[in-house]
């Protein structure tokens, strides 16, 4: 895989791309002076800084960050990004753009430290975060930067979503606004590298192998060469010839990436992934918040859902925080209009909208005091039914929890099972894993967040439960639980739920598809998540389960807002594999980072759904 996929996939768009020509950068050289700085941080080490200064001085201009780890480029008082900001509208508008590469990355100086941790008493200059830097950083700009009118917003999408976020405990009192997107928040519970204490390898694999290489010294981006070379034409392939964990290290990785070592010494949820989780220092807090997220973003839906829900709780009811969440991939609320996602037609040109109507008004008015803020808690939107909605909390307040229960011959239905010993069974064999999306391909796609699942409906080991058609709508907005009873032959197993909209044969689009695909019997996968199973009790502390005993496996999925049309059917679809998107659980209780490729054994899968062990999905519905 090419470099330049791999920071596509991960948040590519917050480097924005840049060519030197006059037609790309027109604009901004015509209307802003760049310049480049080292800032002394209070530990001494200086970090790159390049800022972009609106020609017509003849006013004062707030400020807006952003802090990356994935480069400033262009590099040069004389070569301009082509656009500023994360939409072109801020740019527009007129403000004063900064940005920065953070400590140990690219020409900044220091060590870098992924996700580093936040701390909280800090004792000397020489105790450092991401919080500090922020800081110092944002106190010499309003002291050296000519025309700024003392306040600074921040913005970042992914990883520069966490640097946002980080940005908020103790934060400077000029900073008033602060938006994390897509923001990198748990790499052990939910976001890009882990989900519920399952190791999403490709994408953990593809991205350190270029981003986890260590640079010798300040450099710039021409300057690395040493990115881990591979090659994928088939990445199911790929993965299941490659094996077990540890030969990822033997075959390519060497002890080159540190993370990717940190990674496989802390199997589970210990004191080394929950330093990492900035949500708990996240009190407080006196810049107003915008959240951002999409819900088909494949890394960090739940970064987005998850930090929105830390500032409510723990901050006062008076601090202004915003939750928007859209029907987009990573960061595609500031890449294309966001009318269209996979086969998908949301009516609208989703992202277009929210850059005119809620991201610019929302700087306007913090940072310059225009406007008013008239946005709601939450600014939703809602497939199916194609609308966005406001709700004054989210999870909205006026919803009703229902449960939809699995029963016999692949029913599904609002009403409980009364019959007693009943369950489905099936062979799940990690040797021929239930892949995570139909046909080939070299890369893990961000389409398949909901894409059609009729290919994992085939296979017999994927359970299927779905609904008659619906005689009315009904629309989910918030939490979705999965709650299944199982048993096991062996001693450990992965789960994953799919929640999925079932088109009907004879649906009709009202407008051509302009991919020209028919959506008549569409399974359109509307949230899926993995659960290890031996985390069922505990992620810090592992269990075994006990062959042939019934167990509740119970976990959240990320929060979904989908209306399911008249006509439509529900479906839940279980299996115990989602490859090579998550690695292959052995079935058998042990620490998976250092299994052996002759460990992977078949075992006999019952899911149960009777009187006294009631699988379920449990949905939250919009009165």
Same mark, same amino acid.
């Given at each position: ?212 290489? &260590?640079?010798? !010294?300040? +450099? %710039? @981006? =021409?300057?690395?060469?040493? /990115?881990?070379? #591979?090659?994928?034409? $088939? ?44 949500? &708990?220092?996240? !009190?407080? +807090? %006196? @810049? =107003?918040?915008?959240?951002? /997220?999409?819900? #088909?973003?494949?890394? $960090? ?10 500032l409510e709780k723990q901050n006062p009811a008076s601090h202004p925080n915003m939750l928007v969440m859209g029907p987009w991939f990573h960061g595609g609320w500031e890449r294309g209009d ?10 609208? !040109? ?11 008004? #929302? ?112 629309t989910l907005t918030g939490p979705v639980v999965a709650d299944l009873f199982s048993s096991i032959s062996g001693t450990d197993a992965d789960y994953v739920v799919k929640l999925i909209d ?54 959240n999925l990320p929060d979904v807002a989908h209306t399911f049309r008249k006509g439509h059917r529900i479906m839940i679809q279980v299996q115990n594999s989602w490859f090579p998107l998550a ?41």
């Amino acid at each position: 895989m090419k470099k330049s996929l791999l920071l596509l996939a991960f948040a590519a768009w917050c480097t924005l791309s840049y060519s030197q020509s006059s037609a790309d950068t027109g604009y901004v050289r015509e209307h802003y002076t760049k310049m480049e700085k080292y800032i002394t941080m209070r530990d001494g080490k200086r970090l790159f800084t390049s800022i972009y200064l609106p020609k017509d001085q003849s006013k004062k201009y707030p400020i807006i960050m952003t802090r990356t780890p994935y480069t400033v480029a262009p590099y040069g008082e004389n070569l301009y990004k082509r656009s500023l900001g994360q939409n072109r509208l801020l740019e527009k508008e007129g403000f004063i753009f900064v940005y920065q590469d953070v400590r140990g990355r690219w020409m900044s100086e220091g060590d870098f430290v992924d996700v580093r941790p936040n701390i909280g008493n800090k004792k000397s200059n020489k105790e450092v975060d991401e919080s500090s830097d922020t800081y110092d950083t944002i106190d010499w700009l309003i002291k050296n930067l000519p025309n700024n009118n003392r306040k600074v917003g921040i913005e970042g999408i992914s990883y520069p979503g966490f640097y946002s976020t980080a940005s908020l405990p103790n934060a400077h009192p000029a900073l008033k606004a602060v938006s994390p997107q897509a923001p990198v928040t748990d790499w052990f519970i939910g976001d890009d590298f882990h989900h519920n204490g399952a190791l999403f390898q490709m994408d953990a694999f593809a991205f350190l192998t270029s981003f986890g290489v &260590p640079r010798p !010294k300040p +450099i %710039t @981006p =021409a300057q690395f060469k040493n /990115g881990i070379k #591979f090659t994928e034409a $088939d990445n199911y392939k790929f993965y299941l010839d490659l094996g077990a964990l540890p030969n990822f290290n033997k075959r390519y990785l060497g002890d080159s990436v540190q993370f990717w070592n940190n990674m496989m010494a802390h199997p589970n949820y210990d004191s080394f992934w929950k330093g990492m989780n900035i949500r &708990p220092h996240l !009190k407080n +807090i %006196t @810049p =107003a918040t915008m959240v951002v /997220g999409g819900f #088909f973003d494949a890394e $960090d839906c739940f970064g987005a859902l998850h930090v929105f829900e830390s500032l409510e709780k723990q901050n006062p009811a008076s601090h202004p925080n915003m939750l928007v969440m859209g029907p987009w991939f990573h960061g595609g609320w500031e890449r294309g209009d966001g009318q269209f996602f996979g086969d998908q037609d949301f009516g609208s !040109k989703t992202s277009a909208w929210f850059e005119e109507n809620v991201e610019l008004p #929302f700087f306007k008015y913090y940072l310059k005091g225009e406007g008013e803020m008239g946005l709601p808690k939450a600014t939703i939107f809602v497939s199916g039914s194609n609308e966005w909605h406001k709700f004054k909390t989210w999870p909205p307040q006026n919803t009703v929890e229902k449960t939809l229960y699995f029963h016999p011959n692949g029913k599904l239905s609002f009403t409980p099972p009364v019959a007693g010993g009943g369950f489905d069974e099936y062979i799940s064999d990690p040797n021929t894993p239930v892949p995570y999306q139909a046909g080939i391909q070299a890369h893990r796609t961000r389409e398949y967040m909901l894409d059609d699942q009729r290919f994992a409906e085939r296979r017999p080991d994927v359970r299927v439960y779905q609904t008659d058609a619906l005689n009315e709508e009904i629309t989910l907005t918030g939490p979705v639980v999965a709650d299944l009873f199982s048993s096991i032959s062996g001693t450990d197993a992965d789960y994953v739920v799919k929640l999925i909209d079932v088109f009907p044969d004879n649906y009709h689009e009202p407008k051509p598809n302009p991919k020209n695909i028919t959506l008549a019997g569409y399974e359109m996968l509307v949230r899926g998540e993995i659960f290890r199973g031996k985390f069922r009790n505990s992620f810090e502390h592992p269990e075994p389960f006990v062959p042939g005993k019934v167990t509740e496996i119970k976990y959240n999925l990320p929060d979904v807002a989908h209306t399911f049309r008249k006509g439509h059917r529900i479906m839940i679809q279980v299996q115990n594999s989602w490859f090579p998107l998550a690695d292959r659980n052995p079935q058998r209780f042990e620490n998976i980072n250092q299994a052996k490729d002759s460990d992977f054994q078949k075992a006999t899968i019952r899911i149960y759904h009777d009187a006294q062990n009631k699988s379920a999905v449990r949905v939250t519905v919009l009165e």
